[in-house]
Nanobody, 121 residues
Framework: QVQLVESGGGLVQAGGSLRLTCVASGDILNINDMSWYRQSPGTAREFVAT???????VYADSVKERFTNSRDNYKNEVYQQMNNLKPDDTAVYYC???????????????WGQGTQVTVSS
């Protein structure tokens, strides 16, 4: 069984910074892409960023040059440094990883429970 746990959310003023962390644990053989999504009330969950195992990143246009993703493949952790936060960044942020387990050897997608980020104006 695999579990993803996010942390690092909170309340911050516009222009401030936060660093999110997502830790994957359990019967993990390998992790491919590690991604972040976010969802604010009344809207669909949207893609924020993804980082491949070698470290290649893709960002949504709305967060480019403000958010930076990195990962530690030994710790099975992904990080999202968020700078110059805006009120529109307010949302629940979810970790989403493509993980193969030692018991199945197939890749499945897993979601974390989310962490709230609130940016005040």
């Amino acid at each position: 069984q695999v579990q993803l746990v996010e942390s690092g959310g909170g309340l911050v003023q516009a222009g401030g910074s936060l660093r999110l962390t997502c830790v994957a644990s359990g019967d993990i053989l390998n992790i491919n892409d590690m991604s972040w999504y976010r969802q604010s009330p009344g809207t669909a969950r949207e893609f924020v960023a993804t980082i491949s195992r070698p470290g290649n990143t893709v960002y949504a246009d709305s967060v480019k040059e403000r958010f930076t993703n990195s990962r530690d493949n030994y710790k099975n952790e992904v990080y999202q440094q968020m700078n110059n936060l805006k009120p529109d960044d307010t949302a629940v942020y979810y970790c989403h990883d493509s993980i193969s387990t030692s018991s199945t050897h197939i890749y499945l997608n897993y979601w974390g429970q989310g962490t709230q980020v609130t940016v005040s104006s």
